[in-house]
């Protein structure tokens, strides 16, 4: 198995649900803002932040995850 060269990276991801249009706005380097038009019931604006924020970074999304904020707008994600 292949050892991983770089550390995982941690992003501070503020989301705002019910958006009129999904979007990705990148503050800094690690800070981005996350629109979704998805609703925050049953987990389904987490899989779209997911989902965009792999778009956006060019990653595949099993390499992302929420590490901290599962039910808040803001959330740690972390990119492997």
């Not at 595949?60 to 901290?68: F, G, K, N, P």
Request: proline residues 5%; glycine residues 6%.
């Amino acid at each position: 198995r292949p050892r991983r060269l770089l550390q995982p990276m941690k992003l501070s991801v503020t989301v705002k649900t019910n958006a009129r249009k999904n979007a990705v706005e990148k503050i800094d380097d690690t800070t981005y803002r996350v629109l979704v038009t998805a609703s925050p019931i049953e987990g389904k604006a987490n899989k779209a932040v997911i989902g965009l924020m792999a778009s956006h970074l060019g990653v595949a999304q099993s390499r992302l995850s929420i590490q901290r904020g599962h039910g808040v707008p803001r959330k740690i994600v972390i990119v492997e």
